[in-house]
């Protein structure tokens, strides 16, 4: 590394987020200087086609010049105002109108009513989880407080959505999770089915699990159950047949709020606008963030629907204030940078688009079904998980200590190709622009990624 230079600098001062920082000390990482389309270059200028679209979110790539012309718009009209002490600004109004125009809502299903926005997915869980809170307190339950999430769910780092993740990493020697949280099985039906269970089956018996994990608890004591449509930190996890549907049923019978988190799925990822349009969710509030704004600037919504909203009014009448909010919460420039990202989305039928290549997507990676590391390969839309295995017959998993994971990983980052690695699963969430040669392109460093590491 070349003294004083900016990449030096930057591993001499800045704590990076989710690294080993001892490893990070001794070796040092990468510095992205520039983006173009799908692709991301580094300050020694290699260039990375970003199959993770960043963090699972810049949905439009990394060259949108229609984004920044609507910050640089914004910034010289309003540059900041709040949404503090009933005062607002168009921006904001705006957007929650187109978001609640284009909110999921399902056959039966209580519409989206009202907007919050947030700065982060992590913010916006955060806010639901006090928000069931506040409301079983509002409707005279008090005591349905606890909240349950799902093992390797993932919904944030702050001290509730942390507790919230069923990620063991993120718990340990950080005193977490708090004892409110609780954690049901996670439904991933590749690695953890029965010898001849169908996913309906298997689904059943998660279910079956979720019911047990209430009724221990005892029902009075649930307030929420969080889950991401498709778990994206856990591993690219699409959910087994019939799984949402039978949770949903439980949920209902014992009168616990759902909140789908839709923080990764959200804004086309799954081939739908919504996850929970692709897998028929109900949910009492919708947390979105990521590609809202196609992640050119941090901005994140809850939506919930009236019937929260009006507890939200009682308990607003009874204490005086409604005693929540943060500075930046509704940013105008972000706002704003969100509004052009939906005028995209419509203009260039960004959804359209994923539909299309999608197939080619999911067929590119699955033609690495045969190959040795290679168990299963899974996916919808423009999200898809492969995962490795020792034994492709017995589904036997490598040996932590092989780590193939960060093993296919780094090969992949020297094939010009980034990727997630999760465990003994890799993740494919690319921009939602990504175009047929470019999917061909990913395939290819992929597989020479995967020779090299067998
Ligand atoms: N929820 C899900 C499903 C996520 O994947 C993430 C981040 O990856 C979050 C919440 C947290 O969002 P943020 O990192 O913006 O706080």
Redesign the pocket.
Same mark, same amino acid.
């Given at each position: 590394m070349i003294p004083n230079s900016m990449r030096a600098r930057d591993r001499a001062y800045v704590v990076h987020q989710q690294t080993n920082l001892r490893s990070f000390e001794d070796e040092g990482g990468l510095l992205i200087t520039g983006g173009d389309g799908v692709y991301v270059v580094d300050d020694e200028g290699r260039r990375y086609l970003e199959a993770m679209a960043g963090?699972?979110s810049a949905s439009l790539g990394f060259s949108e010049k229609r984004l920044a012309e609507a910050a640089h718009r914004q910034m010289q009209t309003l540059p900041f105002y709040h949404v503090f002490h009933a005062r607002g600004h168009e921006p904001a109004a705006e957007l929650a109108e187109a978001l609640l125009a284009i909110a999921p809502c399902a056959p039966g299903a209580e519409p989206m009513a009202r907007v919050m926005f947030h700065c /982060? +997915? $992590?913010?916006?869980?955060d806010t639901a989880i006090k928000l069931v809170w506040y409301y079983h307190n509002a409707i005279g339950k008090p005591a349905k407080k606890k909240i349950i999430g799902r093992v390797r +769910?993932?919904? +944030? $780092?702050t001290v509730a959505?942390a507790s919230l993740s069923g990620n063991a990493t993120m718990h340990a020697e950080f005193d977490l999770p708090l004892p409110i949280f609780r954690h049901t099985e996670n439904p991933d039906y590749y690695r953890f089915h029965e010898e001849g269970e169908s996913e309906e089956a298997f689904s059943r018996r998660m279910a079956d699990r979720l019911e047990e994990l209430i009724l221990r608890e005892g029902p009075d004591t649930i307030g929420a159950f969080f889950a991401?449509p498709v778990q994206?930190?856990g591993g690219a996890i699409t959910p087994p047949a019939r799984y949402f549907e039978l949770v949903q049923a439980i949920l209902k019978k014992y009168e616990i709020l759902f909140i789908a988190?839709e923080?990764?799925?959200g804004f086309g990822r799954t081939g739908n606008m919504w996850g929970s349009q692709t897998y028929e969710l109900r949910p009492d509030m919708i /947390?979105c +963030?990521?590609a809202l704004s196609a992640s050119y600037q941090?901005i /994140?919504a809850l939506m919930l629907t009236q019937r929260i909203h009006d507890a939200m009014l009682d308990q607003s009448a009874k204490l005086g204030n409604f005693s929540h909010g943060f500075t930046f919460a509704a940013h105008p420039v972000a706002c704003a940078v969100a509004l052009e990202t939906l005028r995209i989305y419509e203009a260039d039928d960004t959804l359209g688009h994923v539909r299309a290549v999608s197939p080619l997507f999911l067929e590119a990676l699955s033609r690495f079904r045969d190959h040795p590391l290679v168990g299963d390969v899974r996916g919808v839309g423009l999200f898809a998980g492969v995962e490795m295995v020792a034994d492709k017959a017995t589904r036997r998993p490598f040996a932590p200590e092989w780590k193939v994971g960060e093993r296919v990983q780094r090969a992949c980052m020297g094939n010009g190709l980034f990727v997630r690695s999760i465990v003994d699963r890799i993740a494919f969430t690319p921009p939602l622009i990504i175009r047929p040669g470019e999917i061909e392109d990913m395939a290819a460093r992929f597989g020479a990624a995967l020779d090299e590491v067998l």
């Open positions: 963090m699972w /982060s +997915g $992590s913010e916006a869980n +769910g993932y919904h +944030g $780092s959505t991401e994206g930190g988190d923080v990764i799925c /947390s +963030g990521k941090p /994140s």
